[in-house]
């Protein structure tokens, strides 16, 4: 499978724990976003990358989050200190920007679904 | 805000007839891009069309764009029971961000 793949698919976890999830974008992809997703909302962006650089954080993204990726491939988004106003769905997408190609179709992993308890 | 605004909220079809739903946003875009949202498969991108385009096809999905009127609309022709989903807009005002609306949600009757 060469789509965006996300790691776990599901997390439940008690307020005030940590989580980490992984995205792993499409190989030759060199932008990766993430966003978050409630019930019955569009998805709402987060944060982006190309390559290893974090080019924008929304507002959205207190200081309870934070987003890696390090070597420019895979990404971690981690939650500190969980609230239940945390739970979601999180999703990550990849996209090739640079050069000639200046309109930016994104690729949507299946998401990582967070339940704080 | 800036994302798109999705109308109508919910459409419910006979299986074979078209399916309109339109789009509205309010500030000049980079590009817009559809993306159709169901639980077996996730957000998958349907179509992107640039702010320069006024149609885009792709197999049974006709997309328009006016952007004249910051508006635009996704047809699906010849709806079948496997095009039930939810359908976002997604306006992007830059080359990065996509600003989603609340979707249409589609309800295929057999």
């Known amino acids: 499978d060469t789509g965006v793949s996300q790691n776990p698919r599901h997390k439940i976890t008690k307020r005030g724990q940590n989580v980490t999830f992984r995205c792993d974008p499409i190989?030759?992809?060199?932008?990766l976003y993430w966003y978050r997703q409630t019930l019955g909302q569009g998805p709402e962006f987060l944060t982006y990358f190309q390559n290893e650089a974090q080019l924008e954080k929304s507002r959205l993204l207190s200081d309870r989050f934070s987003a890696e990726r390090p070597k420019g491939s895979f990404s971690t988004l981690e939650i500190q200190r969980t609230e239940q106003g945390d739970s979601a769905m999180y999703l990550c997408a990849s996209s090739l920007a640079g050069g000639s190609k200046v309109y930016n179709e994104q690729f949507f992993g299946p998401g990582t679904r967070l339940t704080v308890l | 805000s800036q994302q798109g605004e999705e109308d109508p909220q919910a459409l419910s079809i006979q299986e074979g007839e078209n399916a309109t739903m339109n789009c509205s946003y309010k500030?000049?875009?980079?590009?817009l891009q559809w993306y159709r949202q169901n639980s077996g498969r996730g957000l998958v991108h349907l179509i992107l069309?640039?702010?320069?385009?006024r149609e885009k096809h792709s197999g049974r999905l006709r997309v328009t764009l006016d952007t004249s009127k910051k508006s635009s609309s996704l047809l699906i022709t010849a709806s079948r029971a496997a095009d039930t989903a939810s359908y976002f807009c997604a306006p992007a005002f830059n080359d990065y961000k996509l600003s989603f609306g609340a979707g249409t949600t589609v309800t295929v009757r057999a």
């Open positions: 500030t000049s875009i980079n590009n």
């Open positions: 069309i640039r702010s320069n385009e």
């Open positions: 190989s030759e992809h060199n932008r």
